[in-house]
Nanobody, 122 residues
Framework: QVQLVESGGGLVQAGGSLRLSCAASGRTFSTIAMGWFRQAPGKEREFVAAIRWSLGFTIYADSVKGRFTISRDNAKNTVYLQMHSLKPEDTAVYYC???????????????WGQGTQVTVSS
């Protein structure tokens, strides 16, 4: 089992920045990839970014490319999502996810955090 705890959400004005953190504990040695997803009210959960834990390879949704950066700190078992130039449409609950077998852009990860709210005001 892997436990994930997100932090760093909040309220920010459009154009501002936030950094989300996701601390992993438990069987973290088995983690292949970690990702960030988000879900706005009335919408499906959508992919934001993912990172291959050992190699550091990253992928992004087109909607966040150039504005968001995913990174990880292996020593701290923590993944980050640095968000710049935030827009009102980025408002959502952001979820951290981890998987021990695959790195995908669909919400088919084995482990999930509880989510953290990001609200961008116009």
């Amino acid at each position: 089992q892997v436990q994930l705890v997100e932090s760093g959400g909040g309220l920010v004005q459009a154009g501002g920045s936030l950094r989300l953190s996701c601390a992993a504990s438990g069987r973290t040695f088995s983690t292949i990839a970690m990702g960030w997803f988000r879900q706005a009210p009335g919408k499906e959960r959508e992919f934001v970014a993912a990172i291959r834990w050992s190699l550091g390879f990253t992928i992004y949704a087109d909607s966040v490319k150039g504005r968001f950066t995913i990174s990880r700190d292996n020593a701290k078992n923590t993944v980050y999502l640095q968000m710049h130039s935030l827009k009102p449409e980025d408002t959502a609950v952001y979820y951290c996810a981890a998987d021990g077998r695959k790195m995908v852009t669909t919400p088919q990860y084995d482990y999930w955090g509880q989510g953290t709210q990001v609200t961008v005001s116009s």
